[in-house]
């Protein structure tokens, strides 16, 4: 049983919104360590939002200020809110632990941004 379960992506045009749901299941994690990452075609997957060990939240440059990482303790879901998205924001989102856990990769959700 995969633990994390990523869902939400869409075809949606440029500066559409979407929010992205990420489902734990069969264990807990520490709000401290999840994430949301991302991979776009023929590029290396990459870090986008997280939680940081005070409690904050962090982001990748090119995601600052249109994304917001959030959690639902009580249903132990993580979601990504997507606004003001681009064309290159087009890529299948994960969620997982940071740093990563090898074994909690799922499939994905994709994201397609294009009119």
């Known amino acids: 049983q995969v633990p994390l379960v990523e869902s939400g992506g869409d075809l949606v045009q440029p500066g559409g919104s979407l929010r992205l749901s990420c489902a734990a299941s069969?264990?807990?994690?520490?709000?401290?360590?999840m994430a949301w990452y991302r991979q776009a075609p023929g590029k290396a997957r990459e870090l986008v939002a997280h939680?940081?060990?005070?409690?904050?939240?962090n982001y990748s440059d090119s995601v600052k200020g249109r994304f917001t990482i959030s959690r639902n303790n009580v249903l132990n879901v993580v979601y990504l809110q997507m606004d003001s998205l681009k064309p290159e924001d087009t890529a299948v989102y994960y969620c997982?632990?940071?740093?990563?856990?090898?074994?909690?990769w799922g499939r994905g959700t994709q994201v397609t941004v294009s009119s």
């Open positions: 997982n632990e940071r740093p990563p856990n090898a074994f909690f």
């Open positions: 069969g264990r807990i994690f520490s709000i401290n360590t």
């Open positions: 939680f940081t060990s005070g409690g904050g939240t």
